[in-house]
């Protein structure tokens, strides 16, 4: 079966559906008190009469979470699960209307559902929830600005801020599988240039290891003793902890601010010195 073919029988189904909801008149008040006092005694005719009553509430609601991958009949269908469902929480002794009540019970199933379906990695409800207003506002700043509007902007509309929208959207992004191509010309896959940073890797290991050695080599030829013992802990170039200035001056028995000024009388020479040690360490 085509896709387009699929939509036009979707939409055939929504159509009769919203028909039949039609037909189902809606309660007053009273009615509506005097159903939820039934439905508190177990009248079950009384349950599925406000629950055909509500219907109306829930394609409202489906159809403000209505996207291209998610069909608007199976939105109504988890909308209609919640609807039971505050049916059968509902307290009648409360006085608010139920469809006040009504609403969030909807509003989560729907939202559990877009959720679970939508995404490879499921987001938290709260932050799904946020990225569809951020979405929303995208959409209405577009249509006011005709351009794409700025992370600000959006911050403004939303009343959220930057740095929660930025990671709404940094986790919200579809993975992206190793084994798609880079391009259509090179024929390589994301797999074969991507780095495994758990594993080890002898080229790396080696310069890392050389190029302390010859670090070292180097602060033995233009430092002397005092000098390089400072350097060389202090910059953890030997394999032990870094050192602080106190613990460095206990080491050699000397103050600490002394042991600062020989580390900035180091420092100054290595600068003098940093052609000769760039060609020493890369050469």
């Known amino acids: 079966m085509s896709m387009a073919l699929f939509e036009m029988q979707n939409d055939d189904v929504y159509q009769t559906y919203i028909n039949q909801v039609k037909k189902v008149p809606l309660l007053t008040v ?7 006092s039934r439905i508190a005694e177990g009248d079950k005719a009384a ?5 055909e009553a509500n219907l109306r509430l829930v394609i409202k609601i489906g159809q403000k979470y209505r996207s291209p991958d998610v069909s608007l009949m199976d939105l109504i269908q988890e909308g209609n699960v919640g609807l039971m469902r505050a049916v ?19 509003k989560q199933a729907i939202a559990r559902f877009v ?28 249509q ?14 939303t009343g959220y801020s930057i740095s929660d929208i930025e990671l709404v959207m940094n986790v919200a992004c579809n993975p992206l599988s190793l084994e798609a ?15 495994d940073n758990h594993q080890s890797n002898p080229e790396r290991e080696f310069m890392a290891r050389y ?3 010859e670090t070292r080599r180097f602060l033995k030829t233009h430092l002397n003793f005092r000098e390089r013992a400072v350097i060389l802990h202090r910059f953890h170039l030997v394999d032990s902890d870094m050192y602080t200035f106190q613990k460095l001056g ?7 601010e002394a042991v600062r000024q020989i580390e900035k009388r180091a420092l100054n020479k290595i600068r003098n010195k940093r052609e000769e040690l760039l060609k020493c360490v890369y050469a």
């Not at 932050?127 to 995208?138: F, G, N, Q």
């Not at 191509?181 to 780095?195: D, H």
């Not at 206990?250 to 600490?256: E, Q, R």
């Open 47 to 51: 349950m599925r009469r406000l629950i």
């Open 88 to 106: 059968e929480k509902f307290d009648v002794s409360k006085n608010t209307r139920f469809s006040t009540y009504a609403v969030l019970w909807i």
């Open 144 to 157: 006011k600005f005709g351009r794409s509007p700025k992370i600000g902007e959006v911050a403004a509309e």
């Open 30 to 36: 009273e009615e509506e008190r005097e159903l939820t």
């Open 250 to 256: 206990d080491s050699l028995g000397i103050s600490a």
């Open 181 to 195: 191509e880079l391009s259509s010309k090179s024929g390589a896959s994301f797999a074969e240039v991507c780095e």
């Open 211 to 213: 190029s302390k050695h």
């Open 115 to 142: 959720v679970s379906k939508r995404r490879t990695i499921r987001l938290p409800l709260k932050k799904e929830e946020l990225l569809r207003r951020i979405y929303i506002a995208e959409h209405t700043l577009h």
